[in-house]
């Protein structure tokens, strides 16, 4: 909320996809791992949820966001620097 009253950024997100290759059933546990694959001029997050406790994968999904300059919902052509640092620590 903080960055946003500041620069009037928001980061929706604008495309999902996911691939289901095995169910989850009820009580199953697993684990969702979210890896960030690029921060230049979109926010892109690859994810993975495996079955434990043998780590079967279950599911791929990857998902996009975008710079929003409110209120005129202009889309920046680059998330901001002070944005791309602090993700770029995750690469």
Same mark, same amino acid.
């Given at each position: ?7 009037? *950024? *928001? ?8 691939? @289901?290759?095995?169910? *989850?059933? @009820?009580?199953? =546990?697993?684990? #969702? /791992?979210?890896?960030?694959? =690029? ?7 690859d994810y993975e ?7 079967? *994968? #279950?599911? /791929? ?10 209120p005129n919902l202009?889309?920046?052509? =680059? ?10 620590? #995750?690469l």
């Amino acid at each position: 909320l903080a960055f946003f009253s500041e620069t009037g *950024l *928001l980061f929706p997100v604008v495309r999902v996809s996911a691939k @289901y290759i095995r169910p *989850l059933r @009820y009580k199953d =546990e697993f684990v #969702c /791992t979210a890896r960030i694959v =690029e921060v230049k001029r979109k926010i892109v997050i690859d994810y993975e949820i495996k079955l434990l406790p043998d780590n079967i *994968l #279950c599911t /791929t999904g990857q998902s996009e966001q975008v710079a929003l300059k409110m209120p005129n919902l202009e889309i920046e052509f =680059e998330i901001p620097q002070k944005i791309r640092k602090a993700l770029e620590e #995750c690469l």
